[in-house]
Structure formats: structure tokens, C-alpha cells
């Protein structure tokens, strides 16, 4: 399994980054997929998440109308568009997969999650 996030970057206050997340080495449709970010001195934070052929999409409070979630199954590639962008969401970005209930539409950003990419670098400047 291999999960590499690629987007990040430095932008200003109100900008936008889309990141991606490019899957491989297991059956996309059978997992979650899930952005989690962590800021220097912070715990892991979970931001979105999408399962479920993409009808289950979850995001935390700090984001929810300013970031969107969205996949391409064929190219197994998760996105997280974020628009209106804070200093508070620099961060490091980390997309992850674990494998979803085989049936059912749960809430995805809680996991588990089992495979974790190598994170790209989100600063947003004020």
C-alpha cells in the first residue's frame, strides 16, 4: 500500500490549495481515505474524510464550508480543495486509508486508519 500526498505549499491568508493523494497496492473502493494534518506541538488532527464510493463525506467543525473532499476512483487519487485559508490551518497534511465496513455509511474520520502517506507542508501566512 502506498499513499503519497502532493499540493502543499505556502500561500497567504484567504488563498487556496488543493492537495491530492495519489492511492495504490489495494481495492479503492473497499476503503476510507481520510486527511488528517498536524501543526508543530499539536496532536493529529482529523479534517475529511470519504468512503463509501464517495456517498460518505465527513469533515471537522474547523473546516466544514471551506474545504471539500472528493475522489477519482479510477485514478484511485483523493482530493482536499481548501479555500479561504487561516494561519491557524498551517500544518503538515497526511492523507490515510483503512479499510471501510462492507456495508453501511458510518462516519469516516474517527478510522481506523491503517496506512498513512508521508505528509506535505501546508503554510498559510497572515
Known amino acids: 500500500v502506498q499513499l503519497v500526498e502532493s499540493g502543499g505549499g505556502l500561500v497567504q491568508a484567504g488563498g487556496s490549495l488543493r492537495l491530492s493523494c495519489t492511492s495504490s497496492g489495494f481495492t479503492f473502493d473497499d476503503y476510507r481515505i481520510g486527511w488528517f494534518r498536524q501543526a508543530p506541538g499539536k496532536e493529529r488532527e482529523g479534517v475529511s474524510c470519504?468512503?463509501?464510493?464517495?456517498?460518505?463525506?465527513d469533515y471537522a467543525d474547523s473546516v466544514k464550508g471551506r474545504f471539500t473532499i472528493s475522489s477519482d476512483n479510477a485514478k484511485k487519487m483523493v482530493y482536499l480543495q481548501m479555500n479561504s485559508l487561516k494561519p491557524e490551518d498551517t500544518a503538515v497534511y497526511y492523507c490515510?486509508?483503512?479499510?471501510?465496513?462492507?456495508?453501511?455509511?458510518?462516519?469516516?474520520?474517527?478510522?481506523?486508519?491503517?496506512?498513512w502517506g508521508q505528509g506535505t507542508q501546508v503554510t498559510v501566512s497572515s
Open positions: 490515510a486509508a483503512g479499510r471501510r465496513p462492507s456495508s453501511g455509511n458510518y462516519p469516516c474520520i474517527n478510522g481506523p486508519y491503517n496506512y
Open positions: 470519504i468512503s463509501n464510493s464517495g456517498r460518505r463525506l
